[in-house]
Each structure stands twice: as structure tokens, then as C-alpha cells.
């Protein structure tokens, strides 16, 4: 599919549950960096191995959020906690994610196996201000 698009393919994976403003910062950041921008929305019960829980938000409403901000030129399901293999499907020049991945294994596992095939990490500050995890526990806490 990305081999068709002209210019650089960037993809940018997330679960993006309970959408905030760091969510429209790397989406924003990315569409700078990138000619056909791909959301990868994680799947829920990918979302639930990964944190143990899943997402406050299911999956097709999360993937119509990211669709309808027009930040993106494509909305795929991204259904495996591995990006090495979302880019077997998807092919992409670049994965955007941010700098909490910089430095840890799965961050250099994946900058390594993605040089080895001519595409690269691109980082964004991480926005501290507001993330899911803070916003699902304030949530628990009215309960």
C-alpha cells in the first residue's frame, strides 16, 4: 500500500483512548515530518496484553476520532504490539512516537531493525502535562 505513495510515509501508532492534547501533538508533530501520514489505532485487546486493561474508549470510535481531526491521511487498525511488524504491512519511512520509547529496549530494538530495512525513529517530546493513564485514573477515582 505505501510503496504506491509518493514522498515519505510516516506512521504514527497509538492507542489513543480518552483523545488529549498529546495525542494531537505527535499527530500534529508528525504531519510535519511526513508527505502520507498513517494513524495506526491499537487494537483493544492488543491494548489490554499490553496495559492489562483495556481501553476506556473501543476501538472503531477511537479509529473515527483520529479520522475525522484530518491530521492523517489514513486510519489502519494496528493489531500487534510489535511496529517491526506493522511495517512488513505498511512499509513506512518513518514511526513517530514519543521520547518516553528513547533508550529502552524496545525503542532501540526497533531503531535498529527499522535501519536495517532503510526506515528510521523519529521522537517527539513527550507532552507530561496530560496522559490517558492520569485521565483513566482520575476517572477511577469518582467511582
Same mark, same amino acid.
Given at each position: 500500500?505505501?510503496?504506491? #505513495?509518493?514522498?515519505?510515509?510516516?506512521?504514527?501508532?497509538? &492507542?489513543?483512548?480518552? +483523545?488529549?492534547i498529546? =495525542?494531537?501533538? #505527535?499527530?500534529?508533530?508528525?504531519?510535519?515530518?511526513?508527505? =502520507?501520514l #498513517?494513524?495506526?489505532?491499537?487494537?483493544?485487546?492488543?491494548?489490554? %496484553? #499490553?496495559?492489562?486493561r483495556?481501553?476506556?474508549?473501543?476501538?472503531?470510535?477511537?479509529?473515527? &476520532?483520529?479520522?475525522a481531526?484530518?491530521?492523517?491521511?489514513?486510519? &489502519? @487498525?494496528?493489531?500487534?504490539s510489535?511496529? +517491526?511488524?506493522?511495517?512488513?504491512?505498511?512499509?513506512?519511512? &518513518?514511526? +513517530?512516537?514519543g521520547?518516553?520509547?528513547?533508550?529502552?529496549?524496545?525503542?532501540?530494538?526497533?531503531?535498529?531493525?527499522?535501519?536495517?530495512?532503510g526506515?528510521?525513529?523519529?521522537? +517527539?517530546?513527550?507532552?507530561?502535562?496530560?496522559s @490517558?493513564t492520569?485521565?483513566? %485514573?482520575?476517572l477511577?477515582?469518582?467511582?
Open positions: 500500500m505505501a510503496d504506491l #505513495i509518493m514522498g515519505r510515509v510516516g506512521y504514527a501508532p497509538g &492507542v489513543y483512548d480518552m +483523545f488529549h498529546g =495525542h494531537l501533538n #505527535i499527530l500534529r508533530r508528525a504531519r510535519e515530518h511526513c508527505d =502520507h #498513517i494513524a495506526g489505532v491499537v487494537e483493544d485487546d492488543v491494548v489490554t %496484553r #499490553i496495559k492489562g483495556p481501553p476506556v474508549v473501543p476501538h472503531d470510535e477511537r479509529m473515527d &476520532v483520529v479520522r481531526l484530518g491530521l492523517v491521511d489514513e486510519v &489502519v @487498525s494496528d493489531w500487534s510489535d511496529k +517491526f511488524e506493522m511495517w512488513k504491512q505498511l512499509r513506512y519511512d &518513518v514511526l +513517530f512516537k521520547d518516553d520509547w528513547k533508550g529502552t529496549e524496545k525503542g532501540t530494538r526497533l531503531e535498529r531493525l527499522l535501519g536495517e530495512v526506515a528510521q525513529v523519529h521522537y +517527539f517530546p513527550y507532552t507530561a502535562s496530560t @490517558s492520569d485521565l483513566r %485514573r482520575l477511577e477515582g469518582m467511582n
